[in-house]
Nanobody, 128 residues
């Protein structure tokens, strides 16, 4: 059973930065793409970013492009989300997830149905 544990959330003023971490259990972390999603109150879970198994390919939701950076350290079984220039509309619970093994393009991995393991999430609140 895979466990994903997020950390790094908190309260930050608009324009500030946070770095989220997601630590995964198990020995096969490097074999799977990893994604970040977020869910604001009253809204559906939304795709944020995804990174390929090796980390050489990434993809972002349009509203975070140029502000957020996803990365991973396979030696540490950890995926990161560096969030800069935060806006109040970025306020949400952020969750990491492990994708199913097979996909053709990284852009296939933008829906929740493509992921089979999820963390509990970490709250990010951006004040104006």
């Amino acid at each position: 059973q895979v466990q994903l544990v997020e950390s790094g959330g908190g309260l930050v003023q608009a324009g500030g930065s946070l770095r989220l971490s997601c630590a995964a259990s198990g020995r096969t972390f490097s074999a799977y793409a990893m994604g970040w999603f977020r869910q604001a109150p009253g809204k559906e879970r939304q795709f944020v970013s995804v990174i390929s198994e090796s980390g050489d390919t990434t993809y972002y939701e349009d509203s975070v492009k140029g502000r957020f950076t996803i990365s991973r350290d396979n030696a540490k079984n950890t995926v990161y989300l560096q969030m800069n220039s935060l806006k109040p509309e970025d306020t949400a619970v952020y969750s990491c997830a492990r994708a199913f093994g097979f996909y053709q393009r990284i852009t296939d991995l933008t829906t929740t149905q493509r992921y089979n393991f999820w963390g509990q999430g970490t709250q990010v609140t951006v004040s104006s």
